[in-house]
């Protein structure tokens, strides 16, 4: 799918709860040509508090912001009303940027739940250009499969924030229907020593993988680029601008430039 553009030719910034949507979108955009800067941001509450500082982060979400220029830009919603006034009022070529549906029921629940009545969400409808992801939870395992003192690895949380993925952890307590771990090293650094509590099947045993989104997300981008690169060469060969062991020596210096 080609990246969707403003009537300018700017390419649409993503924002999206699901790291995997923001890789995707970031990987078709690199098979584009274009510069993708992905970030992670706090997403608050500006309308209930009043400031971006007095209010709690609600959730950690992504945003890929793209650009054929010399480097990336996008619009900022930084706010839950900010996000859903936009997705109401403007299409996104207009707003420049899309939000994803996960990001934009996040908002509406959290108004639905401020607000104490189903009448806050009337008309708060998503955007049909947005994009709609749905996680798949397991539930085979049972607070039995746990016990104190436990490594554990938290996935993509059912019912918690999603800035808990990947995070490693260790189980200090089992409650009657959740249990509860103290983050070892966390997604994100300011989270390291918190308690938070999951049910039984967002948890894997054992520390597994790299826990910091931060190196994930650098570890993710540099596939991309490596896939990029891969391509390209693939494409001069098939023209015979190269030869093969020139594909490979070129392949190893770009593979060999990322990691510097």
């Known amino acids: 799918m080609a990246i969707p553009r403003e009537p300018n030719g700017r390419p649409l910034t993503l924002y999206t709860l699901d790291l995997e949507a923001a890789l995707e979108y970031a990987h078709g955009a690199l098979s584009e040509g274009l510069n993708v800067e992905i970030t992670d941001r706090d997403l608050r509450d500006t309308e209930t508090y009043r400031s971006f500082q007095e209010s709690p982060v609600l959730v950690k979400y992504w945003c890929v912001s793209l650009s054929d220029d010399a480097s990336a830009r996008g619009l900022r919603s930084a706010s839950a009303h900010q996000i859903i006034e936009a997705v109401e009022k403007l299409r ?105 509590n999951f049910l039984p099947g967002d948890l894997t045993l054992g520390h597994a993988g790299t826990p910091r989104s931060a190196d994930r997300m650098k570890d993710a981008f540099t596939t991309m680029k490596l896939e990029v690169g891969g391509a390209l060469v693939a494409v001069a060969l098939e023209a015979g601008i190269i030869t093969a062991e020139q594909g490979e020596q070129i392949k190893t210096e770009w593979a060999n430039h990322l990691q510097s």
Not at 111 to 132: E, I, V
Not at 160 to 184: A, E, N, Q, Y
């Open 92 to 196: 996104p070529e207009e707003y420049g940027a899309i939000h994803a549906d996960d990001l934009v029921e996040f908002c509406k629940a959290h108004y639905l739940k401020t607000r104490g009545s189903a009448d806050s969400a009337q008309n708060l409808s998503s955007h049909p250009h947005t994009q709609k992801r749905t996680h798949v939870f397991g539930i085979e395992k049972t607070l039995s499969s746990f016990k104190v003192g436990d490594k554990v690895t938290v996935r993509a949380p059912s019912d918690r924030p999603l800035f808990h993925h990947g995070s490693h952890g260790t189980v200090v307590s089992i409650g009657t229907k959740r249990v509860h771990v103290r983050m070892d090293t966390a997604a994100f650094e300011n989270h390291d020593g918190e308690v938070a």
